[in-house]
């Protein structure tokens, strides 16, 4: 039987995937690669316990660069990658100061910022046009194929 929690996730458009339990007995460093990683041995047991994980496809938060284009020739990279930034810089000043908002309305601050900022033309229309493009993002190109086909 499905939960509330769990219905909501995938109502999100997140999949589940079970996450089973395991009892390390045995963890030993025996080295480090050239790449920094540590060489492991590990000796563990499975448990009859498990999770369920809720994971959803990474998109690529710079597909909107060709609408950004259309919009402002020459400055859709610029604005999308200011954009980007900036909206990160929020969420984390934001968390800071104990200020959560949601995330598409700090999305949309963002990007009123930068088009401020960038001296873009554009105003609500262009905006709104924006998100939307933002709501829907395209996986990254290496990821297709692993997708699941719906």
Not at 12 to 28: D, I, R, V
Not at 139 to 148: R, Y
């Amino acid at each position: 039987m499905e939960s509330a929690s769990s219905h909501h996730w995938t109502e999100q458009g997140f999949e589940a995937f079970a996450a089973p339990a395991k009892l390390n007995l045995f963890l030993h460093i025996t080295g480090r690669r050239d790449d920094g990683y540590h060489l492991l041995q590990s000796v563990f047991r499975l448990i009859d316990l498990q999770d369920t994980v809720y994971l959803k496809t990474n998109h690529d938060v710079h597909s909107v660069v060709e609408l950004a284009e259309k919009f402002f020739p020459g400055k859709g990279v610029a604005l999308s990658q200011m954009w980007r930034a900036k909206q990160i810089e929020y969420m984390y000043l934001r968390t800071l100061m104990g200020r959560y908002v949601p995330h598409d309305q700090n999305t949309e601050a963002a990007l009123k910022y930068c088009m401020k900022f960038l001296q873009l033309p554009g105003g609500e229309k262009e905006r709104k046009a924006l998100m939307s493009e933002y709501e829907t993002l395209k996986p990254f190109p290496d990821a297709v194929a692993a997708l699941p086909i719906s």
